[in-house]
């Protein structure tokens, strides 16, 4: 199940605490996740348990992590329903994920552990 809340939410800290922080995430996705308070938050709940996660901010996705492609595929089919993503530097350890589900990921970067991805081409951006 995909629930879409945010850290004022007062399951919030139940569904993430443990993720906060957590070492093992963080070498996994090569990032920090914040409970900054302008991002809205999609998250698999399973048994109670946080499954996986998107953290959105202002049509720019700014964190992703999952235990298994299904949770994230499903949080982000969720998201092209409700936002127009705009370029979002992510981990590019999802990349496979991000171009099945209809991502387009942009392929002249020169970043190491992340990619750019979006749902809308924005003139702004060229070299794609």
Do not use: H
Not at 40 to 57: C, G, N, P, Q
Not at 110 to 120: A, L, Q, S
């Amino acid at each position: 199940m995909v629930v879409k809340i945010t850290n004022k939410d007062e399951k919030f800290y139940q569904y993430m605490g443990k993720i906060f922080g957590s070492r093992l995430i963080e070498k996994q996705t090569n990032d920090r996740i914040y409970d900054d308070d302008s991002k809205e938050w999609y998250i698999y709940i399973e048994e109670e348990r946080a499954m996986a996660f998107v953290s959105i901010s202002k049509n720019i996705i700014k964190n992703v992590y999952t235990t298994k492609e299904k949770y994230l595929e499903e949080i982000l089919e969720e998201i092209k329903k409700e936002n127009n993503i705009t370029y979002s530097i992510v981990t590019n350890y999802y990349k496979e994920i991000y171009e099945k589900c209809g991502f387009k990921v942009s392929q002249n970067q020169e970043y190491k552990n992340f990619v750019t991805i979006y749902t809308e081409k924005i003139p702004a951006m060229a070299n794609d």
